[in-house]
């Protein structure tokens, strides 16, 4: 499966990895892999997150209060 982020998804990420990066350095860079990491889950088993909607699910991140939408692959 192919992880493409929206335009304004992406800039809020962007924005996180910063934000990070200013509270304590490598920080940034831990969210960026956790992002990953999460993504990653998401497109090996994408009916393991739970549905927000019928188009979405949500992925939820391990170490940092952020989730993820990612559209339904099974809809």
Known sequence: ???AFHP???AELI???EYYE???PGLGLDFAIETNLALDRASRYP????LLE????RVLFNRFPFTS???N???
């Open 22 to 24: 200013a509270c304590h």
């Open 69 to 71: 939408l990612m559209a």
């Open 47 to 50: 009916e393991a997150w739970p």
């Open 54 to 57: 019928s188009l979405f699910r």
């Open 1 to 3: 499966m192919n992880v």
């Open 15 to 17: 924005a996180a990895v």
């Open 73 to 75: 692959p099974c809809s």
């Open 8 to 10: 304004h998804a992406e």
